[in-house]
Structure formats: C-alpha cells, structure tokens
C-alpha cells in the first residue's frame, strides 16, 4: 500500500482543515487507518484511527470533538476533519495503514506510512 497524504496548510486558531489521503491498492478495504502527527522535538503521537470497514473510529483525548476521521472505500481514501484548531495541533501529519480490520493507537503496529503534511495553526 502506498499513501499520500494532503490538505495541509496555515490556518488561524479556531479555523479547519481537512486532510486527505489517498492509498494505492485493491485492498485497501482489509486495512485500518490512522493518523498521526508530529511536532518538533516531540515524538510521534496518535491522533485518530477508523477501522476497515469504517463503523468504528478512535481519537487521542485531545482530539474528541474537534477531529473526525472517515474513510472511503471505494475511492480509496482517508479523511481527517480538522475543526477548532488550536496552535498546539502544529505538526506534520501523517496518514498510516495497519494490516488489521480494528482501531488502533499503536504506533508500531501500523505497516505503511505517507509522506506527510504540514498543518500550521498561528494563533
């Protein structure tokens, strides 16, 4: 599976955005997706994942209520629905597949992973 992840970019705190990311493959439907981003001399955190068929989705603390992750399996795609940004959610984010149908917040147990997009949040 190859990812590439879009949809970033500068907002202003309280702003939205939503990142796209399109996965190569016929079988993307067999795979759980993820979210996770990374800020400057933080490690990589977890941020949302959505499960194969898409009927159930996980989200770090920080993120309930402000973020949403959806998929379709048709297109091939992943979204994640940025809304009420704070300048803290400055990071680059990246889409990432697990070859297991369940949610997971697990880093390592994710396979493959995008490229990466910036999201800035000034405040």
């Known amino acids: 599976v190859q990812l590439q992840a879009s949809g970033g970019g500068l907002v202003r705190a309280g702003g939205s955005l939503r990142l796209s990311c399109a996965a190569s493959g016929r079988t993307f439907s067999r795979y759980a997706m993820g979210w996770f981003r990374q800020a400057p001399g933080k490690e990589r955190e977890f941020v949302a994942a959505?499960?194969?068929?898409?009927?159930?989705?996980y989200y770090a603390d920080s993120m309930k209520g402000r973020f949403t992750i959806s998929r379709d399996n048709v297109e091939n795609m992943v979204y994640l629905q940025m809304n009420s940004l704070k300048a803290e959610d400055t990071a680059v984010y990246y889409c990432?597949?697990?070859?297991?149908?369940?949610?997971?917040?697990?880093?390592?147990?994710?396979?493959?992973w995008g490229q990466g997009t910036q999201v800035t949040v000034s405040s």
């Open positions: 959505i499960s194969s068929s898409g009927l159930s989705t």
């Open positions: 990432a597949a697990a070859q297991i149908s369940w949610v997971t917040n697990d880093l390592t147990r994710y396979d493959y």
